[in-house]
């Protein structure tokens, strides 16, 4: 059973509409595939109803994007409900913390030169519902001329360290985990390779989390060397989480393609997932 388990859609950062993400999935021969939005499920329904007419499963999935202190520690949901008024509860306050991270974003852009608005920003988001993100803001001051792409932007003026960086209302992942755990899904650290931490303090980290409630790892990931997978495979045997994977594709042809890594799912994550 060959899964992408880190898909982005419109409603967060990325380009895919729920019914490109189901012509992807169905182009790279996928059994199951879930889309993980950041800090929103907007979409979720809509590509379970689209899955539902096609040979397709979806796994209702998130990514919440939670740090400690400046280290992005961005914490995957699978298999809860997306109906679950309390993890909405907590999605809702995700949403309008990103309103005023966005707008501390833009003072500090504009106090280096970078005119632009609130309203430039909120104009590149899909939805009214969903969080306004960085994404949202260098998308806006492309189109205004400040760089040729978004990310160069991003690293350029928002990324830590830049003038532009804001961290504020952003949850820990010790609370994505208890919401996700909550809603009944389980939590799984993203991307591990890219956490900005030496590796014996990552090491501490997982293994903390995993006491708190963390239940798998993103081990086959886009980025991921032969090396890292390898490690992260282990780590996850040894800690007793299961092994995800994911693509985290936002859009076509930006370098990552729905389905790669392959990836094929445990039958010990299938049944707890119920797929």
Do not use: W
């Not at 914490?75 to 309390?86: C, I, R, S, V």
Request: glycine fraction near 8%.
């Amino acid at each position: 059973m060959r899964a992408d388990f880190h898909i982005h859609t419109n409603a967060s950062d990325g380009y895919f509409t729920p019914a490109e993400v189901v012509k992807h999935a169905l182009a790279a021969k996928l059994s199951v595939l879930s889309v993980t939005d950041h800090d929103t499920v907007f979409n979720t329904l809509k590509v379970n109803t689209l899955c539902e007419n096609c040979r397709l499963k979806s796994v209702a999935g998130v990514e919440i994007s939670a740090y400690i202190g400046d280290v992005k520690i961005h914490t995957l949901g699978y298999g809860f409900d997306p109906e679950n008024a309390g993890f909405l509860r907590f999605l809702e306050t995700l949403r309008e913390g990103s309103e005023i991270r966005a707008a501390n974003i833009i003072e500090k852009l504009n106090a280096v030169g970078v005119k632009i608005t609130y309203q430039d920003a909120a104009a590149e988001r899909d939805f009214l519902q969903t969080p306004l993100h960085a994404m949202h803001i260098a998308r806006a001051a492309v189109k205004k001329g400040y760089e040729k792409d978004r990310y160069a932007f991003y690293k350029k003026y928002m990324m830590f360290g830049r003038p532009a960086y804001s961290n504020i209302y952003r949850p820990s992942p010790e609370q994505a985990i208890s919401e996700i755990s909550a809603a009944g899904g389980i939590a799984v650290i993203a991307h591990p390779g890219r956490i900005d931490l030496p590796k014996a303090e990552l090491y501490a980290l997982i293994k903390h989390l995993a006491s708190a409630g963390l239940k798998g790892i993103e081990a086959v990931y886009a980025t991921h060397t032969v090396i890292e997978t390898a490690y992260f495979k282990e780590l996850a045997e040894e800690l007793g989480l299961y092994v995800t994977g994911g693509s985290d594709c936002h859009f076509a042809g930006g370098g990552r393609a729905v389905g790669e890594p392959e990836f094929h799912p445990s039958a010990e994550l299938r049944q707890r997932l119920k797929i």
